[in-house]
């Protein structure tokens, strides 16, 4: 089979070369044509763990490659996918779909055989509707369909949640656009993937409705985490105690500095003002979303308060600022609200992390960057863990101690056991978790 996938971002580098691994002859197609130069030379422009190892086998294998020429890309092909991005809109929150619209209008202008248009892009409701409207507005006589096909990796695990998924989702307008897509992810049937074939628009829904649902999920426990915290409990305990009903599940129970990436906060917000627009408001989403902007602000007040309750002139050592570990994606992570907020109250900040510091120095003004976790922390003032890289979980807790004017440590990943913390001597505050004499340990 052959397709051709618009946009290498994230989701379509990760498809196109997940695509090319199944036996799929893929053309990956930009306008930026310095990316095209670079993928094509074999440098990869996304950290991604083993990206790099599959786009160069495949592309060896002649099975990936990469143009700028649409027209060419799509000679031939079975499918071709959208997976541009959808940026939250300035001012309203709706998702941008200029850029979705934009390449619609092209393919259209290339299509001379049946070709399946699929949206993999993350997109409201209606959208790939539109998107047939455009196409058949500019090409009246063209022979497609379209199709929709959210996709759900995480940033980080993208290869193996694309290779093994929970289930695929496919929204089609037809039988013969079904049986293309289910061709396509046909090695997925040896490990017996769930593949739910429904809709345009439910496919659409379902998308928005799982990454809202999983934001919700994720406050819900740090909601807990700081109930926690007033009453003395252990959030992890209550997370494993009710994570074991099956009913609730073990996963997105981890308690943080609220979610970040390039999904959840723009998505939430997307799915909001698509609801209140058809009269059906969403209004534990929007609760969600206020509750996970507050949170993040919040952050920074938790580690001033650890630090006796001023900043003004000390030096805070921060270890990680990617939204998450194995990604330099700095999109809406936490550290983008909390390390300003240290700043205008005084503090210098002095940060390391292992991936997205070359990002990091655009959007973090004013930070010192540090070549290693260790060279954050002479004579810092405390030292705050604000993305859990697994470098951070094993630090030679000594030398941290003597290297801190301090031992002040804020946890906000959970990284540490406060028991440890404590033993080794450690003024120790994470999230929703007891202080090991019994009490509160938000310093
Ligand atoms: C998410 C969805 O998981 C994925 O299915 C979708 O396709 C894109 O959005 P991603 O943004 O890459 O993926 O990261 P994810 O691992 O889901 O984490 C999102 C945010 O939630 C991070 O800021 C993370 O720190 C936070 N999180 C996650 C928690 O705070 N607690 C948890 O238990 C899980």
């Given at each position: 089979?052959?397709?051709?996938?618009?946009?290498?971002?994230?989701?379509?580098?990760?498809?196109?070369?997940?695509?090319?691994?199944?036996?799929?002859?893929?053309?990956?197609?930009?306008?930026?044509?310095?990316?095209?130069?670079?993928?094509?030379?074999?440098?990869?422009?996304?950290?991604?763990?083993?990206?790099?190892?599959?786009?160069?086998?495949?592309?060896?294998?002649?099975?990936?490659?990469?143009?700028?020429?649409?027209?060419?890309?799509?000679?031939?092909?079975?499918?071709?996918?959208?997976?541009?991005?959808?940026?939250?809109?300035?001012?309203?929150?709706?998702?941008?779909?200029?850029?979705?619209?934009?390449?619609?209008?092209?393919?259209a202008q290339h299509l001379d055989h049946y070709t399946v248009v699929v949206t993999k892009s993350t997109v409201p409701v209606g959208t790939g509707r539109?998107?047939?409207?455009?196409?058949?507005?500019?090409?009246?006589?063209?022979?497609?369909?379209?199709?929709?096909?959210?996709?759900?990796?995480?940033?980080?695990?993208?290869?193996?949640?694309?290779?093994?998924?929970?289930?695929?989702?496919?929204?089609?307008?037809?039988?013969?656009?079904?049986?293309?897509?289910?061709?396509?992810?046909?090695?997925?049937?040896?490990?017996?993937?769930?593949?739910?074939?429904?809709?345009?628009?439910?496919?659409?829904?379902?998308?928005?409705?799982?990454?809202?649902?999983?934001?919700?999920?994720?406050?819900?426990?740090?909601?807990?985490?700081?109930?926690?915290?007033?009453?003395?409990?252990?959030?992890?305990?209550?997370?494993?105690?009710?994570?074991?009903?099956?009913?609730?599940?073990?996963?997105?129970?981890?308690?943080?500095?609220?979610?970040?990436?390039?999904?959840?906060?723009?998505?939430?917000?997307?799915?909001?003002?698509?609801?209140?627009?058809?009269?059906?408001?969403?209004?534990?989403?929007?609760?969600?979303?206020?509750?996970?902007?507050?949170?993040?602000?919040?952050?920074?007040?938790?580690?001033?308060?650890?630090?006796?309750?001023?900043?003004?002139?000390?030096?805070?050592?921060?270890?990680?600022?990617?939204?998450?570990?194995?990604?330099?994606?700095?999109?809406?992570?936490?550290?983008?609200?909390?390390?300003?907020?240290?700043?205008?109250?005084?503090?210098?900040?002095?940060?390391?992390?292992?991936?997205?510091?070359?990002?990091?120095?655009?959007?973090?003004?004013?930070?010192?960057?540090?070549?290693?976790?260790?060279?954050?922390?002479?004579?810092?003032?405390?030292?705050?863990?604000?993305?859990?890289?697994?470098?951070?979980?094993?630090?030679?807790?000594?030398r941290v101690k003597s290297m801190l004017k301090r031992p002040v440590m804020i946890d906000l990943r959970n990284i540490y056991n406060p028991e440890d913390?404590?033993?080794?001597?450690?003024?120790?505050?994470?999230?929703?978790?007891?202080?090991?004499?019994?009490?509160?340990?938000?310093?």
């Amino acid at each position: 089979m052959r397709i051709a996938m618009i946009g290498t971002g994230y989701v379509g580098l990760v498809s196109g070369a997940c695509f090319s691994e199944f036996g799929v002859h893929v053309t990956c197609v930009d306008k930026d044509a310095g990316k095209i130069e670079r993928l094509k030379r074999g440098e990869i422009p996304i950290y991604e763990p083993g990206l790099d190892d599959l786009v160069a086998r495949n592309v060896a294998a002649g099975r990936l490659s990469f143009t700028m020429d649409l027209k060419e890309a799509m000679q031939g092909v079975d499918a071709v996918f959208i997976a541009v991005g959808t940026p939250s809109r300035r001012g309203d929150g709706h998702a941008d779909l200029s850029y979705v619209f934009g390449a619609a209008e092209e393919i259209a202008q290339h299509l001379d055989h049946y070709t399946v248009v699929v949206t993999k892009s993350t997109v409201p409701v209606g959208t790939g509707r539109e998107v047939e409207a455009i196409i058949r507005r500019v090409r009246p006589d063209a022979e497609f369909d379209v199709a929709s096909n959210p996709e759900f990796l995480r940033e980080g695990s993208a290869i193996g949640d694309f290779m093994r998924p929970d289930r695929v989702v496919i929204g089609a307008t037809s039988d013969r656009a079904g049986d293309v897509m289910r061709r396509l992810y046909r090695p997925l049937y040896l490990i017996e993937t769930p593949i739910v074939v429904t809709s345009l628009e439910t496919a659409e829904l379902t998308k928005y409705a799982a990454n809202t649902f999983l934001a919700a999920k994720i406050t819900f426990i740090n909601e807990i985490a700081d109930l926690c915290e007033k009453v003395g409990a252990n959030v992890h305990d209550v997370a494993r105690g009710i994570g074991l009903d099956g009913r609730i599940g073990k996963k997105f129970l981890h308690p943080g500095p609220g979610y970040g990436g390039s999904c959840f906060p723009k998505d939430t917000l997307a799915l909001v003002r698509t609801a209140q627009q058809v009269g059906s408001p969403l209004r534990i989403i929007e609760t969600v979303v206020d509750i996970n902007d507050k949170r993040k602000k919040q952050m920074a007040e938790r580690i001033i308060a650890a630090c006796g309750g001023s900043v003004d002139g000390k030096t805070v050592a921060v270890l990680g600022v990617a939204f998450k570990p194995n990604t330099d994606d700095m999109r809406d992570s936490p550290s983008l609200d909390i390390v300003p907020a240290l700043q205008a109250a005084g503090a210098h900040v002095r940060a390391f992390d292992p991936a997205a510091m070359h990002e990091a120095e655009k959007l973090l003004p004013g930070v010192e960057w540090a070549k290693d976790a260790y060279g954050t922390l002479e004579g810092a003032d405390c030292v705050a863990i604000l993305t859990e890289w697994n470098e951070f979980r094993a630090l030679d807790l000594r030398r941290v101690k003597s290297m801190l004017k301090r031992p002040v440590m804020i946890d906000l990943r959970n990284i540490y056991n406060p028991e440890d913390m404590a033993k080794a001597g450690f003024t120790y505050s994470s999230i929703g978790r007891p202080a090991p004499a019994g009490g509160m340990d938000r310093g």
